[in-house]
């Protein structure tokens, strides 16, 4: 089946920038959405890309490159709250989504 | 967006029980999506449930360990049958829209 590829863990400060990366497969591929998911809850979407390029939401950016078959979330200004694990996941033609393993990040003082 | 709400949001089930899974949606939509999410693992999908239609399973889920209903375009539900502590997940349906992938809160089920 396919598979995705995210960092496991991530650590930075508050008020820094933190990238996470992600590779997913290409086949049916067409799009890559971002979800935030704190301990107990449940996912919350945060970015869609099916054009290569940024797509810029605030303190939360997702960037597309269709050739490389990769996309990274970019999250500036780190709050604490920001704390979660952060999923991406590729949509297919055939409408289903298959999420990466994730990434825990923790945002520290 | 859409409003997903799911019932139970938790429960505790003995070895060898069923317990089946509701979720309503605020409006029509022609797929439903249940994804499972064991402790600190990521999301996978169970099965796609289609309005008029069986639903289609993913490799590795069968439709006795988790039969689907889906009566109309606003409901569904997920049974998980038989249940072996292995099941203690979180269950989640989910809905679609343009990449987007709304979630109901889940249901976290522990089998004893």
């Known amino acids: 089946g396919q598979s995705l590829e995210q960092p496991s863990e991530v650590t930075a400060v508050e008020g820094a920038i933190v990238q996470i990366n992600c590779t997913y497969q290409t086949s049916g591929f067409y799009g890559l959405s971002w979800y935030q998911q704190h301990d107990g809850g449940a996912p919350t979407f945060l970015s869609y890309?099916?054009?290569?390029g940024l797509e810029e939401t605030g303190r939360f950016s997702s960037f597309l490159s269709r050739s490389d078959s990769y996309g990274y979330l970019l999250l500036q200004e780190l709050q604490m709250k920001d704390s979660a694990s952060y999923f991406c996941a590729q949509s297919n033609y055939g409408q289903n989504f298959v999420f990466g393993p994730g990434t825990r990040l923790s945002v520290l003082p | 967006s859409a409003v997903i709400s799911q019932k139970p949001s938790r429960d505790i089930c003995q070895r060898g029980t069923s317990l089946t899974i509701q979720c309503q949606v605020d409006s029509q939509v022609t797929m439903m999506f249940w994804y499972r999410q064991q402790p600190g693992q990521s999301l996978t999908l169970i099965a796609t449930a289609n309005q008029g239609s069986e639903a289609t399973y993913e490799s590795g889920f069968v439709i006795d360990k988790f039969p689907i209903s889906r009566p109309n375009l606003t409901f569904s539900t997920l049974t998980v049958s038989n249940m072996s502590p292995e099941d203690s997940s979180i269950y989640l349906c989910?809905?679609?829209?343009?990449?987007?992938?709304?979630f109901g809160e889940g249901s976290r089920l522990t089998v004893l």
């Open positions: 890309n099916a054009l290569d």
């Open positions: 989910s809905v679609a829209s343009t990449g987007e992938l709304f």
